[in-house]
């Protein structure tokens, strides 16, 4: 009886017991090319990550590629950092990408944002880690 009343709650309130993890569609990679080059990528339901560290002789490379995709009209410049950040009207962030020498971030809030822009940053990280790749 207690077995039936705890999943009844389960599911109608929808709580996960500690240490049961939730199923979700979670996948990280992380690729360390050389000493010089590491590229990270996390992806999950709900976020999207890419992250990497590379030789500065790619900065003007991976800078235009950004600036192609995403313009010029929403950089910002702080401490040494470029940065693109795009929001909603309440002032939700819904991706962030950052470049500074030798690193480069990319967030996204896929709550937020559209299949074709979840697939646009998604492009453009696989674009970077292929450039890094020098093929």
Known sequence: MRTLIFTFAILLFGIIPNGVQAQTNNSSETVQKSSNISVSVSDSDTNYQFKARYNKRYDKAIRDLLTDRFGE?????????LSWLFSDSFKDEIYGIELASGKVRIQLNKKMADRQLQQKIKDTGEDIKELLSDK
């Open 73 to 81: 009209e929403h950089i910002s410049e702080k401490k040494g950092w």
